[in-house]
């Protein structure tokens, strides 16, 4: 069974919408990340938190917001999507050894 | 924090045929370097890593890299590639707190 899983998989949104995509982890992992993936681009760390409640920014974290409620979950919120937004976006968690643990990915379009 | 770069964007080889992609990594302090493989549609795949001991680390479905300070190098090999092979191979570092960084990523492109 899938360790980590994202909701929506895809999601179409308008400009100046709000959007969140979710992530679960049952790997018991503390760590939990977000990255996008843009076309020809490597991923890039948008968010990352090690321990619920608290998250941390990552090398994009402008126009991003992170929330970890627990353990298993962690949340990208776009308050005002943009154009430039539109990519894949994973969920990653990983334990202290750092082998990261990947999503399936969610492919958002702002339109 | 480290920096990782792939050269080669994109790699064509034959199925049965040897393949080596490389990375190269800045050093920024902890060595943690690793290999992903995103398969077209999916998330990334954990391969292998090296942070410290033998240089050659061994990895999934036979793939292996060695780890060179002299060069600055972490380069993937894999001795025969099947066509299940073909996808899209990441370098990352250790950049803090458990994260990555990743390279841009090399395609390679199993033909038969």
């Known amino acids: 069974e899938a360790a980590v899983t994202q909701s929506p998989r895809s999601k179409v949104a308008v400009t100046g919408g709000k959007v969140t995509l979710s992530c679960h982890q049952t790997?018991?992992?503390?760590?939990m990340y977000w990255y996008r993936q843009d076309t020809g681009h490597g991923l890039r760390l948008i968010h990352y938190?090690?321990?619920?409640?608290?998250?941390e920014k990552g090398d994009i974290p402008d126009g991003y917001k992170a929330s970890r409620p627990s353990q298993e979950n962690f949340s990208l919120i776009l308050e005002l999507a943009s154009l430039s937004q539109t990519a894949v976006y994973f969920c990653?968690?990983?334990?202290?050894?750092?082998?990261?643990?990947f999503g399936p990915g969610t492919r958002l379009t702002v339109l | 924090t480290q920096t990782v770069s792939q050269s080669d964007a994109h790699v064509t080889v034959f199925e049965g045929d040897s393949v080596e992609l490389r990375c190269n990594y800045s050093?920024?302090?902890?060595?943690?370097l690793s290999w992903y493989i995103q398969h077209h549609g999916r998330g990334l795949q954990f391969l292998l890593k090296?942070?410290?001991?033998?240089?050659v680390v061994q990895g999934v479905n036979g793939f292996e890299a060695e780890f060179s300070k002299s060069d600055s190098s972490f380069h993937l090999r894999k001795a025969s590639v099947h066509w299940s092979d073909s996808a899209v191979y990441f370098c990352?570092?250790?950049?803090?707190?458990?994260?990555?960084?990743f390279g841009t990523g090399t395609t390679v492109s199993v033909s038969p």
């Open positions: 990653a968690s990983s334990d202290v050894r750092g082998e990261q643990y």
């Open positions: 790997n018991n992992h503390d760590y």
């Open positions: 938190s090690y321990v619920a409640d608290s998250t």
């Open positions: 050093y920024g302090g902890s060595i943690y």
């Open positions: 090296y942070y410290s001991g033998n240089p």
């Open positions: 990352a570092g250790y950049q803090g707190g458990r994260a990555l960084i």
